[in-house]
């Protein structure tokens, strides 16, 4: 490819759906929630052992 | 969809599909468009160039990273309730001109929270948790901090009845830092996952709105308790959250205040009320669009000065963010998200709170009223119609609810100036994204 360059492409996911992400705004902004800027709970946890005591 | 757009001189393609984002040259850009119908003038295009061009684009069609069909039907909703906001109590030693919250008394009566509601709220959320392991709560007011003890032992209690059933509890606090003295500056330390601390930026904007209850500025009584609670805060997580309003569109440099002033984590929101002279309206939208770039590109200088800090709004994970499931439920509010007021009230949420028609039952009775319950957990965003042509809805969900219903009367009626502001700071996001990527590249 010659005049496009991929910035960010998806990663390809082995759960999805698994209910462990937080409910809690993370910001507690509590009006303007962006659900796309929280992480993967269980990505952290998976890259994070200790998150997961 | 696919989304294209311009940031400066930088042109950029999202594809909704696949949230894959790419950048590229104006004629690729001019062209793109043209295939999606715009009218664009494309006669400085050459035909090599025109073919070079569709190569491309083929390629990342092949490649799944364009013209992506979208998602459209949302997976099914758990019933497990994961986390509750506690309003540990129902009143404020600020007076906050702008408090959605009825400067903290919810209209209602000012009154704290009991240790025996709190606990039964607890009981409440870890017997309805289902198979969930992580459970959240979220100390809320008014100012939680009034009713420390209350916070301290449901804190106590919580651990302690998670530990019997193998859960564990994440706790959150938000405070506007009066009375966050050494000793209670400890106790969050320890035991908060993430604590939010309210402060607008630069001491005059702060004060014109955080009065308190005698009509001063409340700034020079909380600064230096925000500050040395960071320094002991470590690498725990905590955000710096401050309001704008139609009175400070130049928030770019309250950011930069409270970054100078040592907070490295920061959360700037607009204002959401309808009182005339604070409130956002459509004639603000085109200066607080330019202000998101402006901070943007004095973000990403401060960045490259290693002088960074992390805002709230421009963190987008666009490659391992939240799953698809996650992205069209959106916060979980009314069906695995509630509120718990003084008396033992539970709401869909903290905005809810008070509002009668919401009253969702009470953790004495142990049970939720599922009519109301089901129009939360029905609401996706394929519910929410505005949305469709959207190219941020995966990555907002469709906004908050209590915002579409408080503005437009309806869970899934989004409320446009919070779509517009919405959609400029993810455009930033994904600029930020790419300079990070041509940064690390050179």
Do not use: W
Not at chain 2, 133 to 147: A, S, V, Y
Not at chain 2, 304 to 310: E, H, R, S, V, Y
Not at chain 2, 335 to 349: A, H, K, L, R
């Amino acid at each position: 490819m010659n005049k496009i360059k991929t910035i960010a492409r998806p990663a390809e996911r082995k759960v999805t759906g698994c209910g462990e992400c937080r409910s809690t705004c993370q910001s507690a902004c509590k009006t303007s929630c962006t659900v796309g800027n929280q992480s993967c709970e269980r990505i952290t946890r998976e890259s994070d052992p200790e998150k997961n005591k | 969809m696919v989304h294209v757009f311009r940031y400066k001189e930088h042109y950029y393609i999202f594809d909704t599909g696949s949230s894959a984002l790419h950048e590229c040259d104006e004629k690729a850009a001019l062209l793109l468009r043209e295939k999606l119908g715009e009218d664009v003038d494309t006669a400085e295009v050459t035909p090599e160039e025109r073919r070079a061009y569709e190569e491309d684009f083929e390629e990342l069609k092949k490649a799944g990273l364009l013209f992506k069909e979208e998602v459209k039907a949302a997976p099914p909703k758990s019933d497990e309730v994961k986390a509750l906001c506690l309003h540990i109590c129902h009143d404020c030693n600020l007076r906050c001109k702008y408090c959605f919250a009825d400067e903290g008394a919810y209209h209602a009566k000012r009154e704290f929270m009991s240790l025996e509601t709190a606990k039964k709220a607890i009981d409440f959320l870890i017997e309805n948790s289902g198979n969930r392991r992580i459970l959240e709560t979220d100390f809320f007011g008014g100012e939680p901090l009034m009713n420390f003890d209350v916070v301290k032992e449901t804190v106590y209690y919580a651990k302690a009845e998670a530990a019997k059933r193998g859960k564990k509890f994440l706790f959150t606090l938000t405070t506007n830092g009066l009375l966050l003295k050494d000793d209670i500056a400890e106790f969050l330390n320890a035991e908060m996952e993430n604590v939010v601390l309210s402060l607008d930026g630069r001491k005059e904007v702060h004060d014109a709105v955080r009065k308190t209850a005698n009509g001063k500025g409340s700034f020079d009584l909380v600064i230096e308790n925000l500050k040395n609670f960071v320094k002991i805060r470590g690498n725990k997580s905590y955000y710096v959250r401050g309001t704008f309003t139609a009175k400070n569109l130049d928030f770019s440099k309250d950011v930069l205040f409270l970054a100078d002033n040592g907070f490295d984590s920061i959360s700037m929101e607009p204002v959401v009320t309808d009182i005339p002279d604070l409130a956002i309206t459509k004639k603000d939208l085109s200066a607080v669009c330019a202000e998101y770039d402006r901070l943007c590109d004095k973000y990403l200088e401060r960045e490259a000065q290693g002088k960074g800090f992390n805002f709230f709004h421009f963190n987008i994970d666009l490659e391992g963010g939240p799953c698809l499931s996650k992205r069209v439920s959106a916060c979980g509010a009314g069906n695995e998200y509630f509120s718990v007021v003084p008396n033992g009230d539970i709401y869909p949420c903290h905005q809810f709170a008070g509002d009668q028609d919401f009253r969702m039952g009470n953790v004495y009775e142990g049970k939720l009223d599922e009519t109301i319950r089901a129009k939360f957990k029905n609401s996706c965003l394929f519910k929410r119609k505005k949305c469709d042509g959207c190219f941020a809805k995966f990555i907002c969900s469709g906004g908050c609810s209590a915002n579409n219903y408080h503005f437009n009367g309806d869970i899934n009626d989004p409320y446009e100036i919070t779509c517009e502001m919405m959609k400029k700071r993810v455009e930033d996001a994904m600029h930020i994204l790419a300079e990070r990527k041509s940064r690390s590249h050179t």
